[in-house]
């Protein structure tokens, strides 16, 4: 069996404060597979973009992984040194933002910035590392890349600077990239191109993705398969047609159905009652069963565990054959 490129088994994130220690990430496990893209969504707070953050090793005090871990083609990174950590992102591990100005220094032209994460990286000549990024450039769409290259990120529109951001990522051919919400900051023409560029360069080069974003439009377009977050848990992963088409969790299901389609018509869009819970509230049992129309009274104790359900694992003792049915309440 293929080695996974990103493995995580029940990584825990929790932040220590002077109320208490609030547990953001719930022990969450996961693998993508090289050329795989895994997409991660779910509400604001739901813990999609402190999962990467996890996995890159920048969480900020006083967030701390406090159980788990994480590795990178079979090799354990969670619990490196800093200095050791700060070598392998950039190299093995490339960062897409949400805004790419955030990721580019407005000082410095866009080529000296490729050229120095190049040399960085990898044994090359300033040459050689500048030929490198007017390739990297013409490979994610940027035109006339010979002149752009000593452009400053002023000079770029939004969905260039996010080009340039990708080819950031790429430059020293990482075995990862995680792109926290790569989109959202574009126009919908140009979300297309840069999902479309990200889908096309992970299959050329076998890299994969860990895509977190809000939006499942982007993520039925992109991912290979899905992971549903809710209060810090994965409550559902599974290939992106099965969750889409046929989502397992209640949870899942309410995303699923909130999404405008074009076969039918409705007065109103389904909606899910409620709000996400705050970190010093999360409720005990299933953490979505105050929303959950069809809590029952397990729900409300006990903690559910991911169950296999067909391609797709749910987190949602619905799908537990083994125990009698309650009726929900």
């Known amino acids: ?181 790569p989109t959202t900051a574009l126009d919908v023409s140009v979300q297309a191109q840069i999902i479309a560029l990200l889908k096309r360069l992970c299959r050329e080069r076998g890299t994969a993705v860990m895509l977190i974003t809000h939006d499942m439009g982007v993520i039925a377009e992109t991912a290979d398969r899905v992971a549903v977050m809710y209060a810090g848990r994965i409550v559902e992963i599974g290939p992106v047609r099965d969750v889409v088409r046929a989502p397992q969790h209640p949870y899942a299901r309410g995303l699923m159905g909130s999404i405008p389609s074009l076969d039918e018509s409705r007065e109103r869009l389904l909606q899910i009652e409620g709000s996400m819970p705050r970190l010093a509230a999360i409720p005990q049992g299933c953490a979505f069963h105050p929303r959950c129309p069809q809590a029952f009274a397990r729900c409300r104790i006990e903690k559910p565990v991911l169950l296999e359900v067909g391609a797709s694992r749910a987190a949602c003792w619905l799908h537990d054959e083994t125990a009698p049915k309650e009726t929900a309440a």
């Open 1 to 181: 069996m293929t080695v996974p490129v990103l493995s995580v088994r029940d990584l825990t994130v929790e932040f220590v404060t002077r109320r208490g220690t609030l547990r953001a990430i719930d022990s969450i496990s996961f693998d993508i597979a090289p050329g795989e893209v895994l997409g991660v969504v779910g509400e604001s707070g739901a813990g999609k973009s402190l999962t990467g953050t996890a996995v890159i090793g920048l969480l900020e005090p006083p967030g701390r992984i406090a159980g788990g871990e994480i590795r990178l083609s079979g090799t354990r990174i969670d619990d490196l040194k800093h200095e050791d950590m700060r070598k392998l992102r950039g190299k093995r591990i490339g960062m897409v933002f949400q805004d790419p100005l955030t990721s580019l220094n407005p000082l410095y032209r866009v080529g000296d910035q490729l050229v120095e994460t190049i040399m960085t990286h990898l044994p090359v000549t300033k040459e050689e590392a500048r030929k490198r990024a007017i390739d990297l450039l013409a490979e994610v769409g940027i035109p006339a890349p010979e002149r752009r290259i000593d452009g400053w990120p002023h000079e770029f529109s939004g969905g260039m600077r996010q080009r340039v951001v990708i080819a950031l990522a790429l430059c020293a051919e990482p075995d990862l990239v995680i792109a926290d919400e």
